[in-house]
């Protein structure tokens, strides 16, 4: 029942996404009605896809949430050390995650939710929906909160 919604599709390789994740996270700590939504539109590259079905999968063990925030603190490039050590961290079954990656459902959230951001109107990332007013592109955190109501 938040008054405010801010919904963001993003790409984990979008240094844009990257550089507001931390803002947006600090708007909803700071306010009780405001509701966050991450959607997925890896439009990147094609790690983009593996990664934006690494934290669907990652929903499997109750993971999701912190597997994407962990994947937009990473410090410098991505890559599979780096992975790896974000999935020791959050002490996930790496085994499990794999299959569960490879599942056709997991597939079908990633390709449904780049669906959604395409029929929206995102041709990139980020892309916002703020109480329902598109807005494209990097924002700064007063510019999102001269938006919530």
């Not at 597997?67 to 959050?90: R, W």
């Amino acid at each position: 029942n938040a008054k405010n919604t801010i919904i963001e599709f993003m790409d984990y390789f979008c240094g844009y996404c990257k550089k507001v994740h931390p803002e947006l996270l600090q708007i909803v700590n700071e306010r009780d009605d405001t509701r966050l939504i991450f959607l997925q539109h890896p439009v990147l590259s094609e790690s983009s896809k593996l990664l934006a079905s690494m934290v669907v999968a990652a929903n499997k063990q109750n993971k999701g949430v912190e597997f994407h925030n962990a994947l937009f603190e990473v410090e410098g490039n991505l890559n599979s050390a780096k992975l790896q050590q974000i999935v020791e961290d959050l002490e996930m079954n790496s085994a499990k995650l794999n299959i569960d990656m490879s599942k056709e459902e997991v597939k079908n959230i990633v390709n449904i939710s780049s669906f959604m951001a395409s029929g929206s109107g995102a041709r990139g990332t980020p892309t916002f929906f703020i109480n329902e007013e598109l807005v494209v592109g990097y924002i700064s955190i007063d510019r999102i909160k001269s938006l919530l109501k």
